[in-house]
Every structure is written in C-alpha cells, then in structure tokens.
C-alpha cells in the first residue's frame, strides 16, 4: 500500500475584533499571492464575516475570545499545517517551502524563536523561573501525531484554566500560586501555557520540536531592526502584532 | 583630609588637539583607607603662566603617548557609538514606516470600490505596494477600472 501524502494547510484564526478579520483577510490573500496552491483554513467569529472570508478553503466559526487560535489549532482539517498569527503578512514565495522544511527535519513541531537579542521587540520573556523561547505566533506542526494532537489539546484547555476560569497556575510548595517563580502577569499570556507544557510536562519530554531554520524570516516583526535581527535573506512573513502602541512602544503581544 | 596616596587613572584622553587640556581622573586614599575619585579637566598652565604641578605629576605617572592613545581609541568608539545610533534611528524610521504602509493597506482595502473588485492582479499589486504613493496609484487604478466599467456598461 501506498503510502498516503499529507494535506497540507495554512491555518488563520480571527475572532473578537473586526481589525483581526480585516488582517485576517489581507493575509489569506497575501499567501495566495504568494503560492496560489496554498490551502487556507480560516477560524473566525461568525459575527465578523462580511463574505471575503470566502477566499479561504475550509471555514469553521470559533467564539469570541482572544484566544480562539487556541482553538482553531485543535481543528485544523490539514496533517501538516502552518499556523500564522491573523496579523502576519507574506511577502515572500519561499512561504511554500514551510511543509518541505517540517517533512525534511526530525520534528513534530517547527517553531520560530523568541531570543534575547530581540528582546526589545517583546512585552514579556523572561521570569524568575525560566525564558520564553517558543513563538507560538508563526509556526508548523504536524497533526498526524497523538503527541501533537495533545498538545493543542491540552495548551487549550489548560490556557482556559489558567485565565479564563483561573483554576489553574502552578503551586509552590506550600501549595499556593507561585507568584514568585512564576509572576501572575503572565497569567494572561497563552505563550507562558505552551512553556509550561514543554518544559514542565513530563509526557511532553517525548515531543520533538525544533526553532525552523533562519526563524526571524518566518517572523519577522516590523519593529524588529536589521542590523540586530540578521537573516539569510528577506522576510518571509511580516508580523505587524495588533494591538502595539505604534511607534513608541513594544508590541501590546509577546511575540 | 590627609592624603596617603595619589593615583592618576590611566584612562585620561585629550580634551583638545593642541594637547594642553586633559580629562583624568585623580584616585586619592586618605590615612583612614577611603578612597575618593575626582574627574578633573587639568590645563598644561596655570593661568598666571606657572607650571601645573598636577599636570606633571599626570604625565609622569601616565605619560602623553597613553593619553594620545586613549584619545584615538575614545574618539573610535564614539564614532562607532554615533553610527550604531544613526543606524537604529533609520532601522525605527523604517519599521515605523512598514506599519503606516500595513495600516494604509488595509484601510485601502475597505473602500467598497476596492473590496468589491474582482481585478486580482491589480489587487495583489496593491497589496504589495512598498510605499503609500503605490498604495495610492494602485487603489485609484482600481476605482478607475470601476468607473470606466460602469461608463461602458460593463463589469
């Protein structure tokens, strides 16, 4: 028996703000104006829809949370499938080859990397007990894997105990929230979820993930700035991260 | 104070190019072991035209080709300083003016006109317009292209 090839997808999530829709839109079409073939998965608050979400291939409505990408991950309908932040942007033709970097390395997940050389960049990475290295902004996994599959489960569920029904953080010894080691400000972030899994999470050993090759062009922020972010070529994916106060400030996001 | 010691740190550099005016800094310990640091700004004479004995205890301990060098290496460093600095200030500039563009663009794309066209190519072109004059030419291009539709009756 043959052996079957995977479907291949972006997946965008939109939900809560009509800016996200909007971004949402601009980049479906920008990846199609990259790599017409691309098969796009759009998550959206049903509300939000104006009729342009058509140009997506596969359309499911999600809530009206913050953190329905959360969600989206957990349905996408591809094996392989890129994820992008609805406030990204392609520039590039290179956003073809993400599938063929994933299938070509060891590992379940590629992430791009939150560094300290682009810290400035960032509302939050560091804390007293551990960094933030994953960008869970950008990136590809392969949903063929139970482990993978887990994963968004459980970085789902267990973001939904820790900010919105707040039944969860980690304890100290004395059995309460460890604020010291692991500050209450990041409750809000889903990033410090997806850290804790990986790094905290013992089932979680087992999952292989990797930072994709020359990652700042799979990320690249419009704040970051060249001369500390250098890369191998141009930006493959602008990521223009909603909600930042625009030219003063870091992004209103952690990366 | 009494002083026990006098130290002249070897980082002193030429404040200008006659070298006859020096930034130092003098290191004093007193009897009790404190030690006190003081930045001066010392002139070869004095002005009455007497020699600066602090000058010369300078150049004894430190001597003037350190200096020089120091000043060289000073003035290399600033000059790198000043030009990382330039660099940055553009980099921003040109983030900052990455998000105008986005923002345009997207703000381009709610014009009916433009939402509703069905012309791709022109579209994409605005979509990855480099600046707002592109983003400006395209978008009339677009609603052009609608008007001159619906003068001839076409769609």
Known sequence: ?255 | MTEASRVWMDNAYWENYQQDKVKCILMIVDENGVTTNQQLTLTKTAVDGSENTDWLELMDQVGADKITANTTERAELKQDQRKKEEQEKNEKERAQALHRLFEAKIQAFEIDTIKNSTNRVLKSKLRKAQNLIEVNVYSMMIIMEDINNAESGTD
Not at chain 1, 62 to 80: H, S
Not at chain 1, 194 to 210: A, C, F, P, R, S
């Open chain 1, 1 to 255: 028996m043959q052996n079957q090839e995977p479907t291949k997808g972006f997946l965008i999530v939109a939900s809560m703000e009509r800016n996200f829709y909007l971004y949402a839109i601009n980049l479906i079409e920008s990846i199609k104006d990259h790599y017409p073939e691309a098969q796009i998965a759009f998550g959206v608050s049903e509300y939000l829809c104006d009729g342009r979400e058509s140009i997506a291939d596969h359309i499911f409505y999600v809530g009206d949370t913050q953190r329905e990408k959360l969600i989206g991950l957990t349905k996408t309908p591809f094996d392989l499938t890129c994820y992008l932040d609805a406030d990204c942007e392609v520039q590039h033709e290179d956003v073809a080859t993400v599938f063929d970097l994933l299938e070509a390395s060891d590992s379940d997940i590629l992430f791009t990397a939150l560094t300290k050389e682009r810290e400035y960049c960032y509302k939050a990475r560091t804390f007293p007990g551990g960094e933030l290295e994953l960008c869970g902004a950008n990136f590809v996994y392969d949903n063929r894997k139970q482990i993978v599959k887990d994963l968004m489960n459980d970085w789902k569920d267990l973001y939904w105990a820790q900010f919105y029904e707040n039944t969860w953080w980690p304890l100290n010894e004395a059995g309460s929230p460890d604020f010291q080691l692991y500050p209450e400000s990041y409750k809000q972030w889903d990033q410090f979820t997806l850290w804790w899994l990986v790094n905290k999470v013992d089932k979680y050993k087992e999952l292989k993930y990797d930072i994709i090759e020359d990652d700042a062009r799979w990320n690249w922020y419009a704040l970051y700035i060249e001369s500390l972010v250098p890369t191998k070529g141009p930006p493959i994916i602008t990521h223009h991260s909603w909600g930042i106060d625009k030219y003063n400030k870091t992004y209103g996001n952690i990366g």
